[in-house]
Protein backbone atom coordinates (compact mmCIF):
# COMPACT_ATOMS: atom_id res chain seq x y z
CA UNK A 1 0.00 0.00 0.00
CA UNK A 2 1.07 3.89 -0.91
CA UNK A 3 -0.28 7.03 0.74
CA UNK A 4 0.37 10.65 -0.71
CA UNK A 5 -0.42 13.55 0.88
CA UNK A 6 -1.82 16.57 -1.06
CA UNK A 7 -2.76 20.28 0.02
CA UNK A 8 -1.34 23.90 0.46
CA UNK A 9 2.06 24.30 1.74
CA UNK A 10 1.25 27.82 3.29
CA UNK A 11 -1.78 28.58 5.31
CA UNK A 12 -2.89 31.95 6.81
CA UNK A 13 -3.48 32.67 10.51
CA UNK A 14 -7.28 31.73 11.85
CA UNK A 15 -8.02 30.12 8.23
CA UNK A 16 -8.51 26.39 7.34
CA UNK A 17 -5.82 23.69 6.65
CA UNK A 18 -7.41 20.79 3.88
CA UNK A 19 -5.19 17.86 3.64
CA UNK A 20 -6.03 14.49 1.16
CA UNK A 21 -4.75 11.47 1.72
CA UNK A 22 -4.40 9.41 -1.39
CA UNK A 23 -4.11 5.88 -1.22
CA UNK A 24 -2.92 3.52 -3.98
CA UNK A 25 -1.82 -0.62 -3.66
CA UNK A 26 -4.94 -1.06 -1.64
CA UNK A 27 -8.29 0.00 -0.41
CA UNK A 28 -8.90 2.61 2.51
CA UNK A 29 -12.46 -0.01 2.48
CA UNK A 30 -10.94 -3.21 3.24
CA UNK A 31 -9.32 -4.71 6.12
CA UNK A 32 -8.95 -4.29 9.29
CA UNK A 33 -7.61 -1.07 9.34
CA UNK A 34 -7.91 2.53 10.52
CA UNK A 35 -6.49 5.12 8.14
CA UNK A 36 -4.88 8.45 10.55
CA UNK A 37 -3.20 11.82 10.48
CA UNK A 38 0.06 12.39 12.11
CA UNK A 39 1.77 15.62 12.60
CA UNK A 40 5.57 16.75 13.43
CA UNK A 41 7.32 19.72 14.23
CA UNK A 42 10.53 20.29 16.33
CA UNK A 43 8.63 21.93 18.97
CA UNK A 44 6.42 19.15 19.93
CA UNK A 45 7.71 15.93 18.57
CA UNK A 46 5.78 13.67 16.58
CA UNK A 47 1.73 13.99 17.95
CA UNK A 48 -1.20 11.50 16.97
CA UNK A 49 -4.20 13.71 15.24
CA UNK A 50 -7.01 10.80 14.77
CA UNK A 51 -7.84 8.32 12.58
CA UNK A 52 -11.09 7.24 10.66
CA UNK A 53 -12.76 3.67 10.14
CA UNK A 54 -13.61 2.84 7.00
CA UNK A 55 -17.18 3.32 8.09
CA UNK A 56 -16.01 6.57 9.44
CA UNK A 57 -16.08 6.38 12.44
CA UNK A 58 -13.38 8.50 14.39
CA UNK A 59 -11.23 9.67 16.97
CA UNK A 60 -10.06 13.00 17.20
CA UNK A 61 -7.10 13.99 20.15
CA UNK A 62 -8.52 16.22 22.46
CA UNK A 63 -6.25 18.66 21.71
CA UNK A 64 -7.30 19.29 18.75
CA UNK A 65 -10.56 18.14 18.91
CA UNK A 66 -13.03 21.61 18.36
CA UNK A 67 -10.74 22.12 15.16
CA UNK A 68 -10.74 19.26 13.39
CA UNK A 69 -12.22 16.99 11.15
CA UNK A 70 -11.78 13.29 9.63
CA UNK A 71 -13.35 12.06 6.68
CA UNK A 72 -12.74 9.31 4.46
CA UNK A 73 -14.08 8.87 0.47
CA UNK A 74 -14.04 5.34 -0.42
CA UNK A 75 -14.88 5.75 -4.07
CA UNK A 76 -12.18 8.06 -4.20
CA UNK A 77 -9.85 5.63 -2.20
CA UNK A 78 -8.98 9.09 -0.23
CA UNK A 79 -9.56 10.19 3.20
CA UNK A 80 -9.05 14.03 4.52
CA UNK A 81 -8.50 16.28 7.23
CA UNK A 82 -9.42 20.35 7.89
CA UNK A 83 -7.50 21.59 10.72
CA UNK A 84 -9.73 25.23 11.13
CA UNK A 85 -8.68 28.50 13.16
CA UNK A 86 -4.72 27.51 12.33
CA UNK A 87 -2.05 28.89 14.01
CA UNK A 88 1.57 29.24 13.76
CA UNK A 89 1.72 25.95 16.51
CA UNK A 90 0.16 24.10 13.80
CA UNK A 91 3.01 24.71 11.40
CA UNK A 92 4.41 20.67 10.95
CA UNK A 93 5.51 17.91 8.51
CA UNK A 94 1.47 16.26 8.32
CA UNK A 95 1.73 12.66 7.22
CA UNK A 96 -1.10 10.07 6.91
CA UNK A 97 -0.31 6.65 8.01
CA UNK A 98 -2.70 3.35 7.87
CA UNK A 99 -3.43 1.97 11.18
CA UNK A 100 -2.86 -1.60 11.51
CA UNK A 101 -2.56 -3.40 14.95
CA UNK A 102 -3.40 -0.23 16.89
CA UNK A 103 -0.51 1.65 15.43
CA UNK A 104 0.92 3.40 11.64
CA UNK A 105 2.66 0.85 9.45
CA UNK A 106 2.38 2.43 6.35
CA UNK A 107 3.14 6.17 5.89
CA UNK A 108 2.94 8.41 3.45
CA UNK A 109 6.41 10.83 2.68
CA UNK A 110 5.03 14.10 4.43
CA UNK A 111 4.32 17.49 3.17
CA UNK A 112 5.04 20.45 5.16
CA UNK A 113 2.33 22.76 6.20
CA UNK A 114 3.41 26.38 7.16
CA UNK A 115 1.28 28.86 8.80
CA UNK A 116 2.00 32.13 8.31
CA UNK A 117 0.44 35.24 7.02
CA UNK B 1 -1.80 12.19 27.81
CA UNK B 2 0.47 9.53 28.60
CA UNK B 3 4.72 10.13 29.04
CA UNK B 4 7.04 8.50 27.40
CA UNK B 5 10.66 9.01 28.65
CA UNK B 6 13.16 8.24 26.10
CA UNK B 7 17.21 7.43 27.40
CA UNK B 8 19.28 8.41 26.26
CA UNK B 9 18.98 10.99 23.47
CA UNK B 10 21.59 10.75 21.83
CA UNK B 11 23.80 7.44 21.28
CA UNK B 12 26.79 7.49 19.84
CA UNK B 13 27.86 3.42 18.67
CA UNK B 14 30.71 1.77 17.40
CA UNK B 15 29.87 -0.34 13.91
CA UNK B 16 29.44 -4.19 15.13
CA UNK B 17 28.74 -3.30 18.73
CA UNK B 18 25.28 -3.37 20.17
CA UNK B 19 23.10 -0.51 21.37
CA UNK B 20 20.38 -0.16 23.41
CA UNK B 21 17.69 2.44 23.90
CA UNK B 22 15.34 2.54 26.95
CA UNK B 23 11.75 3.92 27.19
CA UNK B 24 9.76 4.12 30.20
CA UNK B 25 5.78 4.98 30.87
CA UNK B 26 4.46 7.12 32.65
CA UNK B 27 1.19 4.70 33.13
CA UNK B 28 0.86 1.00 32.35
CA UNK B 29 0.75 -0.37 28.66
CA UNK B 30 -0.62 -3.52 29.30
CA UNK B 31 -4.33 -3.89 27.97
CA UNK B 32 -6.85 -6.58 29.46
CA UNK B 33 -6.46 -8.53 26.64
CA UNK B 34 -3.18 -9.27 27.47
CA UNK B 35 -1.20 -7.04 24.60
CA UNK B 36 1.56 -4.57 25.53
CA UNK B 37 0.10 -1.62 23.16
CA UNK B 38 4.36 -0.62 23.00
CA UNK B 39 5.93 0.16 19.41
CA UNK B 40 9.17 1.22 18.11
CA UNK B 41 10.15 3.15 14.84
CA UNK B 42 13.08 4.23 13.20
CA UNK B 43 13.48 7.47 11.62
CA UNK B 44 15.92 8.56 8.95
CA UNK B 45 16.82 11.86 7.75
CA UNK B 46 13.79 13.25 5.14
CA UNK B 47 11.79 10.20 5.68
CA UNK B 48 8.96 9.01 7.52
CA UNK B 49 8.75 6.99 10.53
CA UNK B 50 9.47 3.35 9.57
CA UNK B 51 7.59 0.65 12.04
CA UNK B 52 10.61 -1.95 13.53
CA UNK B 53 8.54 -3.37 16.47
CA UNK B 54 4.68 -3.94 17.59
CA UNK B 55 2.91 -5.29 20.20
CA UNK B 56 6.44 -4.96 22.54
CA UNK B 57 8.15 -7.75 20.77
CA UNK B 58 6.80 -8.51 17.04
CA UNK B 59 9.51 -7.17 13.99
CA UNK B 60 7.50 -5.93 11.23
CA UNK B 61 8.33 -7.51 7.80
CA UNK B 62 11.46 -6.78 6.94
CA UNK B 63 13.20 -5.56 9.50
CA UNK B 64 16.18 -7.49 10.59
CA UNK B 65 16.28 -9.70 13.23
CA UNK B 66 19.59 -7.53 15.24
CA UNK B 67 16.30 -5.49 15.79
CA UNK B 68 14.72 -6.53 19.43
CA UNK B 69 12.18 -5.16 22.02
CA UNK B 70 11.73 -6.13 25.42
CA UNK B 71 10.11 -4.95 28.88
CA UNK B 72 7.14 -5.44 31.03
CA UNK B 73 4.06 -2.82 32.12
CA UNK B 74 5.90 0.52 31.92
CA UNK B 75 9.82 -0.05 30.91
CA UNK B 76 10.73 -0.85 27.91
CA UNK B 77 13.92 -1.67 25.49
CA UNK B 78 14.97 -1.49 22.02
CA UNK B 79 17.80 -3.27 21.23
CA UNK B 80 19.90 -3.65 18.22
CA UNK B 81 22.58 -6.41 18.59
CA UNK B 82 25.26 -5.73 16.09
CA UNK B 83 25.00 -1.68 14.99
CA UNK B 84 24.93 -1.09 10.88
CA UNK B 85 26.19 1.92 9.08
CA UNK B 86 22.03 1.61 8.09
CA UNK B 87 20.92 2.08 11.60
CA UNK B 88 21.69 5.56 11.89
CA UNK B 89 18.37 7.37 12.61
CA UNK B 90 16.23 8.40 15.56
CA UNK B 91 14.09 6.23 17.06
CA UNK B 92 10.62 6.50 18.85
CA UNK B 93 8.87 4.49 21.14
CA UNK B 94 5.12 5.25 20.85
CA UNK B 95 1.89 4.06 22.83
CA UNK B 96 -1.67 3.44 21.75
CA UNK B 97 -2.96 1.78 24.88
CA UNK B 98 -4.63 4.92 25.83
CA UNK B 99 -5.73 7.66 23.38
CA UNK B 100 -4.36 9.62 22.07
CA UNK B 101 -1.67 7.68 21.19
CA UNK B 102 1.47 9.18 22.27
CA UNK B 103 5.42 9.14 21.03
CA UNK B 104 8.20 9.38 23.11
CA UNK B 105 10.80 12.55 22.38
CA UNK B 106 13.42 10.62 20.21
CA UNK B 107 16.78 8.50 20.55
CA UNK B 108 19.36 9.52 18.18
CA UNK B 109 21.87 6.70 16.78
CA UNK B 110 25.03 7.96 15.32
CA UNK B 111 28.12 6.01 14.58
CA UNK B 112 31.57 7.48 16.65
Not at chain 2, 51 to 69: A, E, H, M, T, W
Request: hydrophobic residues 30%; glycine residues 10%; contains cysteine.
Amino acid sequence: VQLQESGPGLVKPSETLPLTCTVSDGSVSSGPYYWSWIRQSPGKGLEWIGYISSSGSTNYNPSLKSRLTISIDTSRNQFSLRLRSVTAADTAVYYCARIENLAPDYWGPGTLVTVSS
Amino acid sequence: DVVLTQSPLSLPVTLGQPASISCRSSESLVHSDGSTYLYWFQQRPGQPPRRLIYKLSNRDSGVPDRFSGSGSGTDFTLQISRVEPEDVGVYYCMQSRHWPGTFGQGTRVEIK
